[in-house]
């Protein structure tokens, strides 16, 4: 008689087996749904009752229209089987998802370096290119997520799954990439819109997250892959540093006028070398709010109008805003406010002079950047007899308390004979209150503090011809770095290694270099030692925007918008109406994502 030989199966290969049987299952269940529905697609019940309720759900989206459903019916499923059964290939292809995200991963960089020069260089703005940002980080992630994915599905497959506890001494590190991507996920989750906005100081602490994922991308890939997408980080690290070192001065905050409509305006002591051009932006900490939290404002003031002080306006509409406007609108609270800025940055040139006439189309706050334009064209014209465009502000707000923005065009200094030779023309439209409030104080108070002797004038983060020391560091820096690293290899990782890459740790080498940069990037920076006369009210109504700009002709109109969303998209869908509105050049100033 025949023995039996039973063979039993450790609890890990069980697993294994089990995953490698749910995986079976989903393919069989996708494919006899894929086969139900052709079944039933003469039937009357399919095309009458399944077919429209099904089509109504996922046949209005905004990028697939009709189409996203029949991908989804009849595609989507045999497709997933195609990847679910490509056991043999699924390594290879995870590993091209892996390739073509570091292509991505190159180039993330470089619209978030804020005061880098390779943007002016093309005439960009770090704020105009943060959309380039969001779309590379999210392609990024989902190749990166799919790049994951495919290994561990291949791994379960040919049960394998204790691959996903290596650490390599010398090839790459899977826990690593695993530590790697659920940190960029965790940071990726937060990007969500209905996240970043409710809950921004979440979406801002977890976006620091990438510097978990990137020290481990680096540890999983190795130091000799991981270089290729080092011009765009350098750049990001150095900008990064010197932006941490001018935010921890304590800035001269000299006056303050608070407005009626729950805005205030700061005024600090600017320094003699700073430069900036109108709808920079600056970022501002108050610590007695909030250590942590910096918040973006436009700049108001001119650069050459106001030779010694820089403006930002900030308007109530959260909780640091109103905490802040608390503050300097009750009397008697403080005499002094410690503040920390960074920047400011902007547009490297404005090109406003080319148009015959200026229609800027603002609503609620989002009249600041028109502010700093207006008074750009106030010092052109009193000071060099400039010929300037014709200026016409279309506001809206919604109550009339808000009017009290448009004395802000002025600076405090300004008297309104300086206002008097531009051709502005203001057009504001309240949309909830009927008719004006006789009530309340209508003009800006002004609020007089007394800084410390310690607290500095804002100054730009290099001082004078920052250009210049920005490349000089920037040079500077790779050279102690590329020195550095030859000392480290030849003196340290040749005797042991001698240029195998077998026997020297992948990891104690990404290290090494990493310690590298931080160091080169700090011994590169240490070695570098009125208005209401001119202005139509309307209560009750909202400004009719199509007749507004089709009334102003000439060769060249340029159209500003600078507001919510759907006024910005409107503006936009009006100026480039084919055949109506030629000579209008429309430009959107958005300070949101």
């Known amino acids: 008689m025949a023995q039996e030989t039973v063979v039993k199966r450790s609890p890990s290969q069980a697993k294994f087996h ?54 989804l019916m009849y595609t989507f499923s045999i497709l997933l089987i195609a990847t679910l059964g490509w056991e043999e290939k699924l390594d290879s292809a995870g590993l091209r998802f892996g390739v ?58 040919i049960n394998h799954m204790s691959a996903m506890l290596e650490w390599k001494k010398n090839d790459i590190s899977i826990v690593a990439g695993e530590i790697a991507l659920l940190s960029g996920l965790l940071l990726w989750i ?15 602490y977890t976006h620091h997250l990438y510097i978990l994922s990137i020290v481990f991308f680096i540890f999983h890939v190795g130091i000799s892959y991981a270089l290729i997408m080092l011009p765009g980080f350098y750049l990001f690290m150095v900008d990064r540093y010197l932006r941490f070192l001018q935010s921890r001065r304590q800035v001269r905050l000299v006056s303050a006028r608070v407005l009626p409509c729950e805005a205030v305006e700061l005024n600090f002591s600017k320094g003699h070398g700073l430069t900036y051009n109108p709808t920079s932006v600056m970022f501002i900490n108050v610590p007695i709010i909030s250590k942590l939290q910096w918040h973006p404002f436009t700049v108001t003031s001119n650069n050459n109008l106001e030779a010694d002080k820089l403006s930002v306006v900030i308007k109530s509409e959260g909780p640091w805003t109103n905490k802040l406007y608390q503050l300097l609108s009750t009397p008697s ?41 207006i008074r750009e064209l106030i010092h052109l014209n009193t000071t060099f007899k400039c010929k300037t465009p014709k200026v016409v502000l279309i506001c809206a707000f919604k109550n009339s308390s808000s009017l009290s923005m448009l004395e802000l065009i002025l600076p405090i200094n300004g008297t309104p004979s300086d ?67 030859g000392i480290i290899t030849r003196y340290y990782i040749f005797p042991i290694d001698h240029n195998s890459n077998q026997i020297f740790s992948y990891p104690l080498d990404a290290f090494l270099n990493m310690l590298v940069i931080c160091v080169s ?38 159209v500003l918008a600078s507001g919510p969303k759907t006024m910005r998209h409107e503006v936009a869908a009006i100026s480039s109406s084919s055949g109506l509105a030629e000579n209008l050049h429309f430009e959107s100033i958005s300070f949101s994502w």
């Open 333 to 373: 609270t403080i005499d002094r406010l410690s503040v920390s800025v960074e920047g400011p940055y902007g547009p490297a040139s404005t090109n406003y002079l080319r148009h015959d006439t200026l229609v800027m189309v603002s609503g609620g706050s989002g009249i600041t950047p028109f502010i700093s334009i």
């Open 100 to 157: 073509v995200g570091n292509i991505c991963l190159v180039f993330m960089f470089f619209p978030v370096a804020r005061g880098s020069s390779v943007l002016p260089l093309l005439g960009l703005t770090s704020e105009s290119c943060i959309k380039y940002h969001i779309w590379l980080g999210h392609i990024a992630m989902l190749l990166f997520t799919a790049h994951g994915l495919s290994f561990i599905i291949h791994w379960a497959i």
């Open 18 to 71: 089990r995953v490698q049987f749910a995986i079976r299952l989903l393919v069989l269940v996708l494919f006899l749904c894929w086969i139900f529905i052709w079944i039933m697609s003469p039937t009357n019940t399919f095309t009458q009752i399944w077919l429209p309720r099904y089509s109504a759900k996922t046949g209005n989206t905004t990028y697939l229209g009709s189409k996203g459903s029949n991908l």
């Open 521 to 558: 990037i700090r011994t590169g920076k240490s070695s570098i030692s009125v208005t209401i006369h001119a202005t139509s009210v309307h209560y009750g109504v909202r400004p009719d925007l199509r007749k507004i700009l089709f009334e102003h002709k000439g060769s060249s109109v340029g």
């Open 190 to 204: 937060a990007t969500i819109p209905r996240i970043r906005r409710t809950y921004f100081e979440l979406f801002y």
């Open 419 to 485: 206002i008097s030779n531009l051709e502005l023309h203001i057009e504001a439209y309240i949309t909830r209150d009927k008719e004006p409030k006789a009530d309340g104080p209508i003009h800006p108070q002004i609020r007089w503090l007394k800084p410390n002797p310690s607290d500095e004038p804002v100054h730009a983060i290099l001082g004078p011809n920052s250009w210049l020391w920005l490349g000089a560091i920037i040079s500077s820096s790779f050279v102690v770095f590329l020195i550095l690293i």
